[in-house]
């Protein structure tokens, strides 16, 4: 989100606050949303941020960053955590691991797989 649709994030983020059954539920990927727009979203102390959660490595905070990132396009130097994956916290599973991925460059066309770094998360189901 850079501010021009700073609105729409919040919509399909309340999603993630919906279910009430209790049961595992891991909601992930590009939500294009900062964090202080995620804190004025409702009931979202339900769930674990992953990346908060596993350690808070700055070696994996931000996973759109223009100064590493050459698919962006940007004329500018920027490093934002836009992908997020959450938990909605349970005894039943644990994450174990959070890293990012895509961060080498494909040989075959002098591009990373995408403008964002991906996200994987391992867990521990008992």
């Known amino acids: 989100s850079s501010g021009i ?18 049961r595992i539920s891991i909601f992930g990927g590009d939500m294009n949303i900062r964090d202080f727009e995620m804190n004025r979203i409702k009931n979202v102390q339900n769930f674990d941020d992953l990346w908060e959660v596993t350690g808070r490595d700055n070696t994996t905070r931000y996973t759109w960053d223009t100064s590493a990132n050459c698919n962006t396009g940007a004329p500018y130097k920027s490093k934002l955590r836009f992908d997020r994956i959450y938990l909605r916290k349970s005894a039943e599973c644990r994450p174990t691991s959070f890293s990012l ?10 591009m990373f797989p995408s403008d964002h770094w991906g996200l994987l998360a391992r867990f521990t189901v008992t």
């Open 5 to 22: 649709n700073a609105e729409w994030p919040l919509r399909p983020g309340e999603f993630i606050t919906r279910e009430s059954t209790p």
């Open 101 to 110: 991925v895509g961060k080498t460059m494909l040989q075959s066309c002098d």
